[in-house]
């Protein structure tokens, strides 16, 4: 698969777009461009061709910001080697966060459409097709380096002490050491929540902070607590609750400070809704 999501394959030693294969094999004569209906670029089932003008098929795509996505308005970060969620709202870029995969990406940027009444072309997802496992750690380098010496290495100063905007780019549900279940939710406070007299270099991509007080055990408490943080964030509500239909939501987050091995960092006190 190309960087832009559309698949190649060899023919005489040449690399040609699969795409120009299955007009070859279906006897159709090749059009000038070839559009995918749903806009999944590797999504080359016959059904989901179809003859475009160069103008027709520049309307049709979704992914925006030079996404390398074939999903509207996610696109790949290679600083952070993850992909990042935006979209605009009412003429402004609106960053949703970072995640490991495109769909959670994309899961964030519906969400965040929904919850802003904002009409986008939402795109069916590809059935799970067989991935090659390889080794993550194949090619990492053996000596590590690092901008500066690491015996200067200071701690982060953490968020002054306040309330801040963040919105959901991640959800686990994990056991406590005292054997209950709950759902570790992990917040993203973007740079223009920062007080102005903050140093942006103590995180230039924005604060990951994880708060952990969703019980998701099933008694009378912790359901109560569950509904709480869910009319919090403006989630639904039922007998069965999905975690990561939380991805892109947004809260109004109160940020206090505690230690951790020595060191302060942000804790979430209390999750209001914005």
Request: charged share 25%.
């Amino acid at each position: 698969m190309r960087n832009d999501g559309y698949l190649e394959t060899g023919v005489h030693g040449r690399l040609v777009l699969l795409t120009y294969i299955i007009y070859i094999l279906m006897n159709k004569p090749i059009p000038v461009e070839i559009d995918h209906e749903n806009g999944i670029r590797h999504d080359n089932r016959w059904s989901n061709l179809r003859d475009r003008t160069h103008q027709q098929n520049r309307q049709n795509r979704g992914a925006q910001y030079n996404s390398t996505s074939s999903y509207p308005g996610v696109s790949w970060k290679e600083r952070n080697q993850k992909w990042v969620a935006q979209i605009n709202i009412d003429g402004r870029r609106k960053h949703l966060g970072l995640f490991t995969t495109e769909e959670s990406a994309y899961s964030a940027y519906l969400n965040a459409a929904d919850k802003h009444g904002i009409a986008v072309r939402r795109l069916a997802q590809p059935e799970p097709t067989e991935t090659m496992m390889i080794d993550d750690n194949e090619g990492l380098p053996s000596i590590l380096s690092f901008s500066e010496d690491i015996a200067d290495a200071e701690a982060p100063e953490p968020l002054p002490v306040g309330e801040y905007v963040g919105q959901i780019i991640a959800t686990e549900v994990r056991m406590s050491q005292r054997d209950t279940k709950y759902v570790a939710v992990t917040f993203s406070i973007a740079p223009d929540e920062y007080p102005a007299d903050y140093d942006m270099a103590n995180a230039p991509d924005g604060k990951q902070v994880v708060y952990r007080r969703v019980s998701a055990e099933d008694d009378r408490q912790s359901r109560f607590r569950m509904r709480q943080f869910c009319e919090a964030i403006g989630a639904a509500m039922s007998k069965q609750i999905n975690p990561q239909d939380w991805l892109g939501l947004e809260a109004r987050l109160t940020i206090e400070h505690d230690e951790y091995e020595g060191v302060n960092r942000e804790n979430i006190t209390r999750v209001n809704p914005v």
